[in-house]
């Protein structure tokens, strides 16, 4: 008799980022198949986009964030983390008369060449490895990215330097601990942040970052609306949504 054994999708509980990161394995978000299910996805997004039906295939407030900005000018968003360009479509597509200066992403430079790869010369969107020196924005928009990030405690305040509002979508805290787990991706494990949401605001107002609007973000896992997969981690380590 042969059993398959699945690991969970988080691991461990460590501390410091560092000691996660020794446990890493795999190339995460870079990957070449991951990039290549992104892009499918692009374009699936794409082609629902045409249809009267507009649907983002991941959750997102930066839509009707945008909306509701003050329309003088056209806006100018800085992407952190935008994969392949998700927001962008999803902006276009529920926004058609909503005019963008700018849409700038910031990620590796394999998904960098991919999202480029995919858009027109004539689409305001430009990607980067980095932050753009000597350049703000209207907003700021990291969605499902903040987690991943080593410093991010330095990036909240170079951020939060850079334009009029900051913008997180799917940001993993509670009243919890701040730990760093290992996130089963396909064949890679990815060290994963969770906040204490209280210690978090905390560090973001030290940045100049002032709290203005927080709620439940309702995103897919494993396909599907439902809390975070850690009932494998004790109790006081859990929370159910982001």
Not at 32 to 41: P, Y
Not at 72 to 93: E, I, K, M, P, R
Not at 210 to 231: D, E, F, S, V, W
Request: aromatic share 12%; hydrophobic share 35%; proline share 5%.
């Amino acid at each position: 008799m042969i059993f398959t054994m699945h690991r969970p999708i988080f691991s461990g509980i460590y501390r410091q980022y560092d000691e996660a990161n020794q446990h890493a394995q795999g190339d995460g978000f870079s990957n070449q198949g991951a990039i290549a299910r992104a892009v499918d996805k692009l374009k699936t997004l794409r082609s629902l986009s045409s249809s009267t039906m507009l649907i983002g295939l991941r959750s997102s407030t930066l839509p009707a964030f945008l909306v509701g900005l003050d329309h003088q000018n056209a806006v100018s968003v800085l992407d952190f983390g935008g994969s392949v360009g998700f927001g962008y479509q999803t902006v276009v597509s529920c926004c058609p008369d909503l005019s963008i200066k700018r849409y700038d992403i910031v990620e590796a430079p394999a998904i960098c060449d991919a999202g480029s790869s995919f858009f027109e010369k004539s689409d305001p969107v430009h990607f980067f490895p980095q932050i753009p020196a000597d350049t703000t924005w209207d907003i700021i928009y990291l969605n499902s990215c903040i987690q991943y990030i080593d410093k991010y405690e330095t990036l909240l305040e170079t951020l939060g330097q850079r334009c009029r509002f900051l913008l997180i979508d799917d940001l993993p805290s509670g009243d919890i601990p701040d730990f760093i787990s290992l996130q089963t991706y396909y064949d890679s494990l990815i060290p994963h942040r969770f906040f204490s949401l209280k210690n978090f605001i905390t560090i973001s107002e030290n940045s100049g970052i002032k709290l203005r609007y927080q709620n439940t973000y309702l995103g897919a896992i494993l396909g599907k609306i439902q809390g975070y997969p850690m009932n494998n981690l004790p109790a006081e380590y859990r929370i159910q949504f982001s």
